[in-house]
């Protein structure tokens, strides 16, 4: 099922035929609920674990060249490491995730996971209330992740690249690892098909 959000010039689908049980498109966004149980993680060290490869990913191919992608998640925690996320896919075994995430010390964080066979999971900081504006850029073949508290200033989280010659796909994703589940909004959403110039200096 194709899913069309007005800001963004490209269209989605849940992926893995893995979609949430309630999940709808407003005037302001995008909301969705993640199940209980759900996650996209690979645990280090090798031999690599697999956590429950069924979290919620709506995911569509952006237009060639660089971009900007950003949305204000809230997310209505319950449990531990229910997180709302913009999302990229390069396959099954690249991909990565910028989280607002619930703490074990029921915190509300921006957390970053990259995964390139296994997951690189790295915590931000705190973020005191329940949403925060998100970024991933896309810059060359690297991609760059931000988040903010106001959606004017942009604090940097981290740049990488995949090292793998894929189309990326790009967009939202919903998970309650060990909880019963959560309710997520993505809101002000926008898509700019322009290069981040300064990965440090607040734009």
């Not at 049980?21 to 090798?46: C, F, I, N, Q, S």
């Not at 319950?78 to 915190?107: R, V």
């Not at 970024?135 to 200033?153: N, W």
């Not at 796909?169 to 919903?174: N, P, T, Y």
Request: with cysteine.
């Amino acid at each position: 099922m194709t899913v069309n959000i007005p800001a963004l010039p490209f269209p989605l689908a849940w992926e893995g035929a893995v979609e949430p049980p309630k999940w709808r498109v407003t005037d302001a966004g995008l909301e969705a609920t993640a199940t209980g149980g759900t996650d996209w993680y690979v645990y280090a060290p090798a031999p690599a674990t697999h956590a429950p490869a069924n979290g919620a990913r709506l995911l569509g191919v952006p237009p060639e060249g660089d971009w900007q992608f950003s949305a204000r998640i809230t997310v209505g925690f319950n449990g531990k490491y229910d997180a709302g996320t913009l999302f990229l896919l390069a396959d099954d075994t690249h991909w990565s995730k910028l989280c607002f995430e619930y703490s074990p010390d029921e915190q509300g964080m921006v957390v970053s996971v990259v995964t390139r066979g296994v997951s690189d999971d790295a915590n931000a900081w705190n973020v005191d209330g329940d949403s925060v504006w998100m970024r991933v850029s896309r810059i060359g073949e690297g991609f760059a992740f931000h988040a903010s508290s106001d959606g004017q200033r942009w604090e940097f989280v981290r740049c990488f690249g995949f090292g793998v010659d894929a189309p990326i796909k790009a967009g939202f994703g919903v998970q309650a690892p060990e909880g019963q589940g959560c309710e997520v909004q993505f809101t002000d959403i926008t898509f700019k098909p322009e290069t981040l110039q300064d990965l440090r200096n607040g734009s």
